[in-house]
């Protein structure tokens, strides 16, 4: 059974940084070839695509609130995904979500409905 675990969540003041980590287990498969993406949701708000990695072509995709500021990256053979943010501001509050899957739409690559597993979130405050 697949499992993501986040983790790096907390409090941090605005124009602070902060890495968050995913750690995937019980995928069979060749774990390169599966499709990776950070997710956020905040109270009151549906919950959206903050960086997704399409891994069929090498390709990364950041939502436009948090370009410039945030980067993903992934260790294939820890089965690690990571999501590394600068310049922190309170609207980046939320509920992280890390999720996988194998299908992939490039017409909406920050979509959530290509990811078949999700963890089960890590709080992040900004606080201002």
């Known amino acids: 059974q697949v499992q993501l675990v986040e983790s790096g969540g907390g409090l941090v003041q605005a124009g602070g940084s902060q890495r968050l980590s995913c750690a995937a287990s019980g995928y069979t498969g060749n774990f390169n070839l599966v499709n990776l993406g950070w997710f956020r949701q905040a109270p009151g708000k549906e919950r959206e695509g903050v960086a997704t990695f399409f891994a069929g072509a090498g390709l990364t995709f950041f939502a436009d609130s948090v370009k410039g500021r945030f980067t993903v990256s992934r260790d294939n053979a820890r089965r690690m995904l990571y999501l590394e943010m600068n310049n922190l501001k309170p609207e980046d509050s939320a509920l992280y979500y890390c999720?996988?899957?194998?299908?992939?739409?490039?017409?909406?690559?920050?979509?959530?409905?290509?990811?078949?597993?999700w963890g089960q979130g890590t709080q992040l405050t900004v606080s201002s």
């Open positions: 999720a996988a899957g194998t299908v992939w739409r490039s017409s909406t690559p920050l979509s959530t409905t290509m990811f078949k597993y």
